[in-house]
C-alpha cells in the first residue's frame, strides 16, 4: 500500500525544496529589463549575496549551474601552461578537477579518498614542491556533496600562507552556503561558488561568483578569456545589460530575492544553527539505527556538512530503501553518488539525504521516520530508539 500521497519531501542535496514564498515570487508577467524594479531589485540582491557570503568582495551572476561556475571560475584565472592544485574529497573536487583539465591546465590532485577531510599539511608541500609557481589556483570543494565531508577552509588557508606560494584559493561552496558557516573575506577565500537551487532555495539556473580583489588583478593580467564567462563587466557593469551579458534572468531574481529576505529575516547564524541541529538529529539517529544493522555515516565525525549527508548500507539495500521511501512514503531520497569503488558493479549501496535550505524538524524527523518505515518493509536490519534520539535533539535535550 502506498503512504505517498501528501505533500512530498524531495530530500535530495539539490535542487532542494523550494518554499512557497520563492514559488509566488516568480509567479508574474515578464518585467522591462531596461528599466524600473528589476533593475533597482538586482541592486539589493547583490548586496544581499555579499551579506550570505560574509565577504566585501564583488560579486557576478551568471545564468548557470554549478557546473558553469566550475568554467567560469577557471576560465578567468588560466593561461596557457598554468596548473592548478586539487585536493579532492569525492566526486565534485574529481569534476571541477576533469574541467580544467580540459580547458587544458596541467591539473595537480591530493586525493584524500571518500571518508577524510583535506589535510592542510599535505596541500602546503605541494605547493612547496611548485618553485616555479605554476599552480595558479588551488580548488577546495568545501562541501563534497557525494561524501557529505566538509573541509576546514581557513585551516586550509592558513597553510597556503605559510608556503609564501601566491597561488589564489577558490571554494566551491555550491553545497554548503545558506546551510554551513562560511566567512569568506575571515576565511581568506579568494573566489567562493555557489548557485541558486542548494541552501539557496531557488531553482537551478542562477550562480554566483565572489571575487577578490587579488582575484580580479590575475583576471586582469590574462590576454584571453571567454566572452561569457568574463566576469570583469558582471562585476562592474556599466550597463544593467552587463550584468548578465544579456537578458537577465528575471523570474530567478524575483525567487532569490524571496529567498534571501527569508535568510536575512531568520538571521544567518540562526540558519546555520538550524542546520546543524537538524543534521545532528540524522546523525544521532544513523548512529542508533546502525548500532544493530549495517547503516553508516560515510563521513567521519567532526567533518560531517550540516547541509548533506551520504549514508552507506551496502548491497542493494539502500535503492531497495529509496524505492520504498519515494514510492510509499512520499520522501525521495538521493542516490549514492561515486561512491563504487573500482569493480563494483552497482550504486545500489550508498543513499543520500538533503538537508539544505528550506527545511525544519517536521520535515527532517518526518523523513527519519519515513527510513525507519521503509527499513522495516524492506527487511533491512537497524538498532531501535533512533527516532526518540532525533526528537531529542530538537527537543535541546
Ligand atoms: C551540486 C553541486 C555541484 C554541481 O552543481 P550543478 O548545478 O549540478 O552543476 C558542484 N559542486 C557541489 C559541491 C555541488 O553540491
Redesign the pocket.
Known sequence: MSLSHGRPYLAI??PSVMPEEVLRAMHRSAPNIYEGQIVDMTATIVADLRRVARTKGDVAIYI???????EASLANVLAPGDAVLVPVTGR?GH??AAQAGRMGAEVRLVDFGKQQAIDPARVAEALKADTEHRIKAVLA?????STGIRNDVAALRRALDETGHPALLMM?????LGCDRIEMDAWGVDVL?A?S??GLMTP?GI?FLWVSEKAQAVRDGIEVTSPYWDWAPRLHPEGYYQHFCGTAPTHHLYGLRAALDMILTEGLENVWNRHEVLARAIWAAAQRWGADGPLTVNAPEGVRSHA?TALRLGGDMADRLRTWTDTCGGVTLGIGLGMAEPGDVDFGGFFRIGHMGHVNAHMVLGALSVIEAGMTACEIPHGDGALAEAARICAGA
Not at 548557470?64 to 566550475?70: E, I, Q, R
Not at 566551491?172 to 554548503?176: G, H, K, M, N, P
Request: charged letters at 10%.
Open positions: 542535496p539539490g548557470s549551474n554549478g557546473h558553469g561556475l566550475w565534485f569534476g571541477w570543494v568545501h562541501v563534497d556533496t566551491d561552496a555550491i553545497a554548503s561558488l548557485a537551487q542548494k537551478p550562480g548533506v
